[in-house]
């Protein structure tokens, strides 16, 4: 099957950087589009950054110009650089991805989230 890992949450101070990373892992064939999504308490999830496999980016307007999605196919995992933090960031950051792999001799395909990661930003 297919796994993905989150690590690189954290607590900040308004201001500061923290750098997400998500990897994927299993009997991968190929991982497609990625995506940062991210839930702060009694709100709806939202998307926050993605990217396609050939590096076209997209991004939330509240992050523009101040966070970065990237990856490294060669190691199946995704980053989030986030810079000038602010306590609205203040969030669970959940990473997806669209997975090929193999099941047995069979090439599946899967929709895969990993298990979140926090990020609290104090003012």
């Known amino acids: 099957q297919v796994q993905l890992v989150e690590s690189g949450g954290g607590s900040v101070q308004a201001g500061g950087s923290l750098r997400l990373s998500c990897a994927a892992s299993?009997?991968?064939?190929?991982?497609?589009?990625m995506a940062w999504y991210r839930q702060a308490p009694g709100k709806q999830r939202e998307l926050v950054a993605a990217?396609?496999?050939?590096?076209?980016?997209t991004y939330a307007d509240s992050v523009k110009g101040r966070f970065i999605i990237s990856r490294d196919n060669a190691k199946n995992t995704m980053y989030l650089q986030m810079n000038s933090l602010k306590p609205e960031d203040t969030a669970v950051y959940s990473c997806n991805a669209d997975v090929q792999y193999y099941s047995g001799v069979t090439l599946s395909r899967k929709d895969a989230w990993g298990q979140g990661t926090q990020v609290t930003v104090s003012s």
């Open positions: 990217i396609t496999r050939g590096d076209t980016t």
């Open positions: 299993g009997r991968i064939f190929r991982v497609n589009g």
